[in-house]
């Protein structure tokens, strides 16, 4: 089986503290550490091990600039056996619809039988996945926790409300975004991102894949703001370290008879 999974490296929000830029409509980027976005890590995950079952390969492939690469080399240390990465200053700006005509255009260019996201990324709009789905004409499944690969066919679980899970029947090829929890990420060794580190990525750009009105000028959604919600009427926030917060929050409960 041919998987792809798209990946996204995102600012790692356990090692940040978030400012918003001077304009007001962006976190400032500038000194922020960054890391493989947690839910196309599962994805990752999963992709290999259903590899490890049935055969095949597993390819990643990411929209971003040339630092987006370590993202790449982190996953093929986990396992992944290949790395596409699309980088192209036509590519900056680009919304959710954009990314999506950027990764198809990759997509048509290989035979993949499985296609994997992760359930949302940084801007959390969580939109990748099922317009990709569309624009490639493939059955899709979101918020997935649980896959079963059969012959042609795959048999997925979805969270719904209430904790439920709703159980699914699926053509191949489709488009799969995955939820966290799915499995439990293998973890990634010093040995393991040595053995990649001279792999070979190819790098494509807009003319490579023939796409065109992507990037800024091409977004048909744009973020204008960005900000920190005004405190409510009793609202309070509590600061210092996680520990001092939850001791706070615990005396606050006992206080007002919650505990």
């Known amino acids: 089986?041919?998987?792809?999974?798209?990946v996204k490296r995102v600012p790692d929000t356990a090692e940040n503290e978030f400012e918003l830029n001077g304009a007001g409509n962006d976190l400032d980027r500038d000194d922020l550490?960054?890391?493989?976005?947690?839910?196309?890590?599962?994805?990752?995950e999963e992709a290999i091990q259903i590899v490890d079952k049935v055969g095949g390969n597993v390819t990643v492939v990411t929209v971003g600039d040339d630092e987006s690469e370590e993202v790449l080399r982190r996953e093929m240390a986990m396992g992944a056996?290949?790395?596409?990465?699309?980088?192209d200053?036509?590519?900056?700006?680009?919304?959710?619809?954009?990314?999506?005509?950027?990764?198809?255009?990759?997509?048509?260019?290989?035979?993949?039988?499985?296609?994997?996201?992760g359930a949302q990324a940084d801007e959390g709009a969580g939109q990748v996945g099922g317009m990709l789905a569309a624009m490639l004409d493939m059955?899709?499944?979101?918020?997935v926790n649980k896959i079963?690969?059969?012959?042609?066919?795959?048999?997925?679980?979805?969270?719904?409300?209430?904790?439920?899970?709703?159980?699914?029947?699926?053509?191949?090829?489709?488009?799969?975004?995955?939820?966290?929890?799915?499995?439990?990420?293998?973890?990634?060794?010093?040995?393991?991102?040595r053995k990649v580190a001279k792999l070979d990525i190819p790098v494509k750009s807009a003319s490579d894949l023939g796409v065109e009105g992507v990037g800024d000028a091409g977004a048909k959604t744009k973020r204008v703001d960005y900000f920190v919600?005004?405190?409510?009427?009793?609202?309070?926030?509590?600061?210092?370290?996680?520990?001092?917060?939850?001791?706070?929050?615990i005396e606050k409960l006992k206080a007002k008879g919650g505990l």
Request: negative net charge; aromatic residues 6%.
């Open 148 to 193: 079963e690969v059969g012959d042609s066919k795959i048999t997925v679980g979805r969270e719904i409300e209430g904790g439920n899970q709703e159980m699914n029947e699926m053509q191949l090829p489709c488009v799969l975004s995955i939820q966290t929890g799915i499995n439990e990420p293998r973890y990634v060794g010093i040995r393991g991102i």
């Open 33 to 44: 550490v960054y890391s493989v976005n947690e839910w196309d890590n599962y994805a990752v």
């Open 229 to 249: 919600p005004d405190l409510g009427d009793g609202a309070e926030m509590l600061e210092g370290s996680t520990d001092e917060i939850i001791e706070k929050l």
């Open 139 to 143: 059955p899709y499944a979101s918020l």
């Open 89 to 117: 200053d036509a590519f900056e700006g680009s919304d959710g619809k954009g990314i999506a005509a950027i990764l198809k255009a990759e997509i048509e260019k290989g035979s993949y039988d499985l296609i994997m996201t």
């Open 81 to 87: 056996n290949n790395g596409i990465l699309l980088s």
């Open 1 to 6: 089986m041919e998987i792809l999974v798209c």
